[in-house]
C-alpha cells in the first residue's frame, strides 16, 4: 500500500508514516482524511484521531472490507485477523477489524464524527483483473466485498 500511494508525493500530496491513531500531527488543520482499507486500525482511538485532525466540516473518506464478505472468505476463529502470502511464500496475519455497519457506525458517533454516506462495492464494481478470494458470493451474485463511508465532523 505504502508503495502504491507514493504515487501522489509526485502531485503535492504530503506524506508521512505514522501510527494512524496517534499522528502527532496538528489538530483540527485538515478538510479531508482518506483512509483506504483502514481495518488494521479501525478502532476508536483511530476515529479520536480523526476527530482530532478534521475542521469543522471536515471529512473522512473511508474504506474497509464488506463485513459480509469478511464473514464468508474468513475462518471464524480468527475473524479479527487478515492473513496476506508475500511474494516470497511467507504468510504473514495482520490485525483486522471490520465490524457490523451498525457496529461501525455506532464507533465513530461515539467520537461524535457522522456519516454523511455509505456505499457498497461489489466484485461488478470493480475494473481490471479480480481477486479470485473476492469471489465468495455466489456466480452472478452482488454481494459487497468494500464499502465506504464519508465521515463528517460537525
Known amino acids: 500500500m505504502l508503495a502504491h500511494s507514493f504515487k501522489w508525493k509526485d502531485r503535492g500530496v ?8 496517534s499522528t502527532s500531527l496538528s489538530s ?3 478538510d479531508v482524511v482518506v483512509a483506504s482499507l483502514c481495518d488494521p486500525y479501525n478502532q476508536i482511538p483511530f476515529w479520536q484521531e480523526i476527530q482530532r485532525l478534521l475542521v469543522s466540516g471536515g ?26 502470502l508475500l511474494a516470497d511464500g511467507r504468510l504473514v496475519a495482520m490485525p483486522s477489524f471490520v465490524p457490523s ?3 461501525q457506525l455506532t464507533m465513530i458517533q461515539k467520537t461524535g464524527l457522522s456519516v454523511s454516506e455509505i456505499v457498497a462495492f461489489t466484485t461488478t464494481d ?3 483483473s479480480v481477486s479470485p478470494k473476492l469471489n465468495v458470493f455466489t456466480p452472478g451474485g452482488d454481494g459487497a466485498v468494500l464499502r465506504g463511508y464519508t465521515v463528517v465532523k460537525s
Do not use: N
Request: hydrophobic fraction near 50%; proline fraction near 5%.
Open 101 to 103: 455497519v451498525h457496529s
Open 14 to 21: 504530503g506524506m508521512i508514516i505514522a501510527d494512524a491513531r
Open 28 to 30: 483540527a488543520t485538515y
Open 59 to 84: 471529512i473522512c473518506l473511508v474504506t474497509l472490507p464488506a463485513p459480509e464478505w469478511v464473514a464468508r472468505f474468513r475462518k471464524k476463529d480468527v475473524a479479527d485477523t487478515a492473513e496476506f
Open 126 to 128: 470493480l475494473t481490471g
